[in-house]
């Protein structure tokens, strides 16, 4: 089924690990975003890309890193992790000719004990 | 930057009834789009109706409608005969209309449906 793909569903890593999390697509989007959830905070923006090649901070890129070389991946690093990024990542992508139908993938949870 | 500002933590209502749940924006921007989210406890994101802020007539999706006031910049959601079904969190977000991409989100509303 077409849409937007996130690997693992669930994580748990030690304080300093590192870890990528996968987000994958195959509705050929242009726009690919990543967020984190956390309780009473709603979901924000930690980095978008409009292409491949093409990326940019959204509101709380601190401690992640991305890139974008194919249409379809947009992988997000955790380069140390910290307790504080214990949270629900969302990725999500949309075409460029719709400009408010955001396809969601289903969420991978994270804990860094 | 945007900001969006959710002034109601929970809500409940009575199955059938009708109930709004209120949803403020802050912008310099001219050209913006704006979206009513709802997550279930299974954490999907589903779009529940969306308003371009060069349109001036109200979005409306079956029991779904938004009372959009660009000047005031509020964009608050009506939900008409409440379903057991509509219980979940609702989030209110902002997409501006230039060249950059992401949404960002209210701190979310979690609605109740009383049977």
């Known amino acids: 089924n077409a849409g937007v793909t996130q690997t693992p569903k669930f994580q748990v890593l030690k304080t300093g690990q590192s870890m990528t999390l996968q987000c994958a697509q195959d509705m050929n989007h242009e726009y690919m975003s990543w967020y984190r959830q956390d309780p009473g905070m709603g979901l924000r923006l930690i980095h978008y890309s409009v292409g491949a090649g093409i990326t940019d901070q959204g509101e709380v890129p601190n401690g992640y890193n991305v890139s974008r070389s194919t249409t379809e991946d947009f992988p997000l690093r955790l380069l140390s992790a910290a307790p504080s990024q214990t949270s629900v990542y969302f990725c999500a992508s949309r075409g460029p000719f719709s400009p408010y139908r955001y396809t969601f993938g289903s969420g991978t949870r994270l804990t860094v004990v | 930057a945007q900001t969006v500002t959710q002034s109601q933590p929970e809500m409940s209502v009575q199955e059938a009834e009708t109930v709004t749940l209120s949803c403020t924006y802050d912008?310099?921007?001219?050209?913006?789009?704006l979206f009513w989210y709802k997550q279930p406890p299974s954490r999907q994101m589903i779009l529940v109706i969306r308003?371009?802020?060069?349109?001036?007539q109200n979005a409306t999706e079956n029991r779904f409608s938004v009372n959009f006031q660009k000047a005031a910049k509020s964009f608050s959601l009506k939900i008409s005969d409440s379903q057991l079904g509509d219980a979940a969190m609702y989030f209110c977000?902002?997409?501006?209309?230039?060249?950059?991409?992401?949404?960002?989100f209210g701190k979310g509303t979690h609605l109740i449906i009383q049977p």
């Open positions: 308003q371009e802020a060069y349109k001036q």
């Open positions: 977000a902002y997409r501006g209309g230039g060249g950059a991409d992401g949404l960002t």
């Open positions: 912008t310099s921007e001219s050209d913006y789009y």
